[in-house]
């Protein structure tokens, strides 16, 4: 708790010090609603988003992924487990 405090409070010090950012247009985002009608050649991907904590830290990010891209990685990780898991059997 004492250390999040501390963190807010460098933040809120490095923010009054920086100096004002430069305002700059928004670089031009196509961003189409998810009841739009598809334009021809289009389709939808349906994202799958979860919270991942990276080893070493408590802390999550939020990653998105595509459906097809989120059952490669599973398949990938599910392999890997069970080379490391034959690779300990073979040592013991």
Do not use: W
């Amino acid at each position: 708790m004492i250390l999040v405090l501390l963190m807010a409070a460098a933040l809120s010090a490095a923010d009054e010090q920086a100096p004002a950012p430069v305002s700059t247009p928004p670089a031009a985002v196509e961003r189409t609603p998810v009841s739009a009608p598809l334009k021809p050649g289009e389709k939808r991907i349906k994202m799958i988003c979860r919270e991942e904590t990276t080893t070493g830290t408590r802390f999550t990010k939020r990653v998105c992924y595509d459906k097809a891209e989120l059952e490669a990685r599973q398949e990938r990780e599910r392999e890997q487990f069970i080379e490391s898991q034959n690779s300990q059997q073979m040592n013991h």
